[in-house]
C-alpha cells in the first residue's frame, strides 16, 4: 500500500570500499651472489615424490620461494610447507603427519623424546636453516639514526621509559635532538618466534633491566599488542611515537625507519643481512647431527647485528619412509646450498655463515 | 493459526485443515502414513536430533580438552587477568577477557541496532520502491564481507580516522569515567573495536528486521493511518509493537556474531589482559581474538587453557540465547494486539 503521495528525489547512493592491504614479501626472483659459500654448489640433484611439512610462519616466505625453484628444477616433486606455527609444526612431527617440521626453537625436552620414536635407526636432528634479522622500527617524524643499546630497549619495553627525550635515550644518541614524544611500545600479540628471540636478546644481553622471562607470549606489563608482523608494521606506521620489531622484510616494505642496535663490542649497527650472517657466526653449534644453536649475544665480533632469529628444519637422519626420505634429503639439500642460500637473501633472510651451512649440508647428507 | 503437525503433537482441535486431512493424523495412523510421509517426518527428526548431538558433542569436546589444562592452573581461572598457560608454572584466568568480550559486544549492539532499525523502517515504510531495493540489496551484500577485510579496515583505515573523535571525546567528557584515558592515549580501543563490531553485525539485524517490518500486517497500519496518525505515529503504534519480539531475536543474532567475532577483533585490539572501563584507551582482548592470537604458538596446556576459555564463550552465548527466547516468549502474546 502505498503511503506517500509526495514525489520523492532520486537520490544517488554510492559505496566505496577502499582497501589497502600491505604486500609482505617481495616476489622477487634474481638472486644476488652473496660472498657466503656452503660446500655444496651447484644445480638441484633431483628427487621426485611428494612431501608435507609445516610450522614457522618466520621462515614461510624463505619456504615459498624454496619450493617454486625446486619444484620448477624438478618435476615430479611436490613439496607442500603450511606455515601454521612453530608449536604446530612441532607437534605434527611428533604426531608422525609430516616429515620436517620448521620451528623458531630447537626441539626438545619430552617432545623430542616422543619425536626420536620416528627416528628408527637414526637420529632426530634440529638443523639451523633461516636465518634473518629482527629490525628495531619506530615513527618518530625528523629523527633518523635512533641508535639503540639492549639497556635502553629493554628499558623501553618494560616501561622504565615513557619519552622519547628520556636522558637514557639521548645517552644512546649523542647530537640528536629528540621530541617528548610518549613512546608506544608495540609487541605481538600473537605467539611468535619473533618474540621469542627479542625477548631472549633483551635476557641475554641486558639481564638487569629486563626482568621478564623470554618466550613466544609477550610477558612484560604495559605497551600495545598486534597481531602478525604487519599488524606490528601497521600499527607502527599509524602512530607517532610508535616503537616496534618486526622481520627486516616487513620494515623494508613499509618503508620505516630501522634503529641501529648496539652489539657486544660496543658499535651501533644498522641492520642487514650481512651484519645479521655475522651475528648469527657468534653461535655455538651444538655438536653433530644436532646442530642446535646457543646465541652469544655478548660476542665481540665487529660489524655484528645482534637480534636475529634462526629457523630450524626438524627431521629424522632415518626412519623416514624411503620415498620421502629420498626427497627431503634432496630438497633440504639445496635449501642449505649457496644456490640456496642466495635465493632468499633478497627476501629479507641472511645467508646462514660458511662454515655453519657446511655442517648443515653434511648432516643432511647423512639423511637416509 | 496453523498448527503445524510436528508428528504425534497434532490433533489441536481447532486445527482445520484440507478436507483430505479430515481425520485425525495421530492415532492409529499407520495405514494411512506413506512411505514419503514417514521417510521425511524422520529425515526432519534425524536434523533435529543431529543437531542436539553436534551441541553436546562440542560441548563435551570442549570440557574434556579443558580439564588438564584446568588442573595444571595455579591462578583462579575465573578471577585471574594474567593469561600465561604456555609458562612453568601456567597461570592464566579469563576475568579480562570476559570482560572484554561482553563490552565490546555491548557497546557494539548500542550502535549498532538504532541504526539497524533505522535502516529496516527507511525500507520498509519511507524509501520508494526504486531506492529501497538497491538499499536492501547493499545491506544484504555488507553481510558478504568477510571479517578479515573489517580487521584490516578497521586497523589501517579506521583506527588513524578515529583518532581525532577519541581525543575530543577525552578532552571534552574525560569527567566521565568511561571516557577518560589511562595516559592520556587513545588508538585501538575498545571504542573502535565496537565500532568495527557495530558495522558487522549491521546488515544482520537490518536484514532481519526488514523481514519482520515487512510482515507487520496491512490493516493494523491503515486502522492507525485512519484514525489520524502520522507516519511517525503508525511506525510507534503498529509497526514497532509489531516487530519488536522479531527486532529482539535479530539483535541476539547480532549479539552473538559480536561476542564470538575473532579475526577482526584481534586485528583491532592491542591484546592486553586488563580490566578498564576506558573505553578509549589502547587496551583490551576477547575471548575469541585470544584465541585466534594463541593458539598457532600454544603448547598443550595453552591448548587447553583456550578451548576452557572457548568453553566460557560458548557458555555465555547459550545464556544469551535463552535470555533472548525468554524475552521472546513474554512478548509474543502482546505482539498482534497493540
Known amino acids: 500500500m502505498n503511503i506517500g503521495k509526495r514525489q520523492v528525489a532520486v537520490m544517488g547512493l554510492a559505496m566505496s570500499a577502499v582497501l589497502g592491504v600491505a604486500a609482505c614479501g617481495s616476489d622477487n626472483n634474481t638472486a644476488s651472489p652473496s660472498s657466503t659459500a656452503g660446500t655444496a654448489t651447484g644445480a638441484i640433484s633431483c628427487a621426485t615424490g611428494s612431501i608435507v611439512a609445516s610450522g614457522s610462519t618466520a621462515q614461510k616466505n624463505a619456504m615459498d620461494e624454496w619450493v617454486k ?122 605467539g611468535s618466534g619473533t618474540t621469542d628471540n627479542l625477548t631472549k636478546y633483551l635476557a641475554g644481553a641486558a639481564a ?17 599488542g598486534s597481531k602478525g608482523s604487519d599488524g606490528v608494521t601497521a600499527t607502527v606506521k599509524a602512530t607517532a611515537g610508535a616503537i616496534g620489531y618486526v622481520e627486516l622484510s616487513f620494515a623494508e616494505n613499509a618503508s620505516l625507519s630501522t634503529a641501529k642496535i648496539k652489539n657486544g663490542a660496543g658499535e651501533y649497527v644498522a641492520v642487514s643481512t650481512e651484519a ?3 651475528g648469527v657466526s657468534t653461535a655455538k653449534v651444538a655438536p653433530a647431527p644436532d646442530l642446535k644453536l646457543t646465541f652469544d649475544y655478548t660476542a665481540t665480533t665487529p660489524g655484528a647485528y645482534p637480534i636475529y632469529l634462526v629457523t630450524y628444519e626438524i627431521t629424522c637422519t632415518q626412519g623416514l619412509a624411503a620415498s620421502q626420505a629420498t626427497l627431503v634429503k634432496s630438497f633440504l639439500t639445496y635449501t ?33 | 493459526m496453523s498448527s503445524e503437525s ?53 560441548a563435551a569436546f570442549l570440557v574434556i580438552e579443558a580439564t588438564s589444562a584446568l588442573q595444571a592452573n595455579t591462578g583462579n581461572f575465573f578471577t585471574t587477568t594474567e593469561w600465561f598457560p604456555n609458562a612453568s608454572p601456567p597461570v592464566f584466568g579469563i576475568a579480562a577477557l570476559l570482560f572484554g568480550t561482553v563490552l565490546t559486544a555491548v557497546i557494539a549492539m548500542i550502535i549498532a541496532v538504532p541504526v539497524a ?31 578479515v577485510v573489517f580487521g584490516l579496515w578497521g586497523l589501517i583505515v579506521l583506527v ?5 573523535l577519541q581525543q575530543w571525546l ?29 558495522i558487522m553485525i549491521l546488515p544482520i539485524v537490518a536484514a532481519i528486521s526488514r523481514e519482520i517490518f515487512l510482515q507487520v500486517p496491512n490493516p493494523h497500519k491503515e486502522a492507525a493511518l485512519a484514525l489520524g496518525a502520522t507516519r511517525w505515529e503508525m511506525i510507534r503504534t503498529a509497526v514497532l509493537p509489531y516487530g519488536k519480539p522479531g527486532v529482539i531475536s535479530a539483535s541476539m543474532l547480532g549479539l552473538g556474531r559480536a561476542m564470538g567475532e575473532t579475526i577482526a577483533v584481534a586485528l583491532v585490539l592491542p591484546a592486553s589482559f586488563n580490566i578498564s572501563w576506558h573505553i578509549l584507551s589502547p587496551a583490551g582482548n576477547t575471548i575469541a581474538a585470544n584465541v585466534a592470537n594463541g593458539f598457532s604458538e600454544a603448547n598443550p596446556i595453552g591448548r587447553g587453557a583456550l578451548i576452557a576459555s572457548g568453553l566460557v564463550l560458548f557458555i555465555v552465548t547459550m545464556l544469551v540465547n535463552i535470555m533472548a527466547r525468554a524475552v521472546i516468549a513474554r512478548r509474543r502474546e502482546f505482539s498482534g494486539a497493540t
Do not use: E
Open chain 1, 69 to 190: 625453484k625446486y619444484q620448477t628444477a624438478c618435476s615430479g616433486s611436490t613439496i607442500n610447507y603450511q606455515a601454521v606455527g612453530s608449536a604446530a609444526g612441532k607437534q605434527a612431527f611428533v604426531d608422525g603427519k609430516i616429515d620436517f617440521a620448521g620451528s623458531d626453537s630447537a626441539i626438545s625436552g619430552d617432545q623430542a623424546t616422543s619425536a626420536a620414536k620416528r627416528c628408527t635407526g637414526g637420529q632426530l636432528v634440529n638443523l639451523p636453516m633461516v636465518a634473518g634479522p629482527v629490525a628495531v622500527i619506530y615513527n618518530l617524524a625528523g629523527v633518523k639514526d635512533l641508535q639503540l643499546s639492549a639497556a635502553t630497549l629493554a628499558k623501553i619495553y618494560s616501561g622504565a621509559i615513557t619519552k622519547w627525550n628520556d636522558p637514557v635515550i639521548a645517552a644512546d644518541n649523542p647530537g640528536l635532538t629528540l621530541p617528548s614524544t610518549t613512546i608506544v611500545s608495540v609487541h605481538r600479540s600473537d
Open chain 1, 208 to 224: 638487569s633491566d629486563w626482568t621478564f622471562a623470554s618466550g613466544s607470549d609477550w610477558k612484560a606489563p604495559g605497551g600495545q
Open chain 1, 276 to 278: 645479521t650472517s655475522k
Open chain 1, 336 to 368: 642449505s646450498s649457496t644456490n640456496g642460500q642466495a635465493a632468499i637473501a633478497d627476501l629479507g633472510y641472511a645467508p646462514l655463515p660458511t662454515d655453519l651451512a657446511s655442517k648443515v649440508s653434511s648432516v643432511v647428507a647423512t639423511i637416509s
Open chain 2, 6 to 58: 510436528d508428528g504425534q503433537g497434532a490433533g489441536s482441535p481447532r486445527g482445520n485443515g484440507p478436507p483430505a486431512l479430515k481425520k485425525p493424523v495421530s492415532g492409529s495412523a499407520h495405514a494411512r502414513v506413506s512411505p514419503a510421509d514417514l521417510i521425511f517426518k524422520n529425515v526432519t527428526r534425524a536434523a533435529g536430533i543431529g543437531l542436539l548431538v553436534l551441541i553436546a558433542a562440542i
Open chain 2, 117 to 147: 532499525v533505522g535502516i529496516a523502517l527507511f525500507i520498509t515504510v519511507y524509501a520508494p520502491r526504486r531506492l529501497a531495493t538497491p538499499l536492501a540489496f547493499i545491506v544484504d551484500l555488507l553481510a558478504a564481507v568477510p571479517s
Open chain 2, 160 to 164: 588513524p580516522r578515529m583518532n581525532g
Open chain 2, 170 to 198: 577525552t578532552d571534552y567528557f574525560g569527567w566521565i569515567p568511561l571516557f577518560s584515558t589511562d595516559d592520556g592515549l587513545v588508538g585501538r580501543s575498545i571504542f573502535v573495536a565496537s565500532i568495527v563490531l557495530a
